[in-house]
């Protein structure tokens, strides 16, 4: 059975995916054991309220340093004895002594079809307001491991989505949520679960 944490900053939309995909079988072999936010007010946190779920608030901006707030994520991660990180919308980056102890262990859901709309400035609405700026027809969304840099890790799953010619952002971004994300997030924890990706030379193969 795979332990997953879960990491979010705001609302828990992909958690309430990957926890409905759990629930209703569409996640084999995996529970999610934690889920950890950076904000105390974070509805992701709301969501798990009375699921079992442990559950709690670790932000940088109450330890003196990086590597004071690493350390303290590693300890609440090894006493889950987590195999799987999830960074759902967690928008703090990660301390280089978590994703060194955890290489291929963290997977994170971004809402653009990398290498396009990705990388530093890229998140939350700004990934759907430059590619609306761009005009490009197709966007979506990528599961990609997370490794040193920004959303450069090796890719596991992307979905394509179309861009309609009436959007909004905000519009946007909720279609690429249902449409894409909702969908590859679950997909990619169960693969993962049952031992069917394998990172070879820098990419990613479904077994």
Known sequence: MLNIAVMVSGGGTNLQALMDAVADGSVRNARIS??????????????????????????????????????????????????????????????????????????????????????????????????????????????????????????ILQKAVAVEPDDTPQTLQRRVMEQAEWVILPEAVDLIANGRVRVEDGKVRIL
Do not use: M, W
Not at 105 to 128: D, E, M, R
């Open 34 to 155: 934690i889920v950890i936010s950076n904000k105390k007010d974070a509805y992701a946190l709301t969501r798990v309220a009375g699921r079992g779920i442990k559950n709690c608030c670790i932000a940088p901006k109450d330890y003196e340093n990086k590597e004071a707030f690493g350390h303290a994520l590693l300890a609440a991660l090894e006493a889950e004895q987590v195999d799987l990180i999830v960074l759902a919308g967690y928008l703090v980056i990660l301390p280089g002594l978590l994703i060194q102890r955890y290489k291929n262990k963290i997977i994170n859901i971004h809402p653009s079809l990398i290498p396009s709309f990705c990388g530093a400035g890229f998140y939350g609405l700004k990934v759907h307001e430059g590619v609306l700026a761009r005009g490009v027809k197709v966007t979506g969304a990528t599961v990609h491991f997370v490794d040193e840099g920004t959303d450069t890790g090796p890719i």
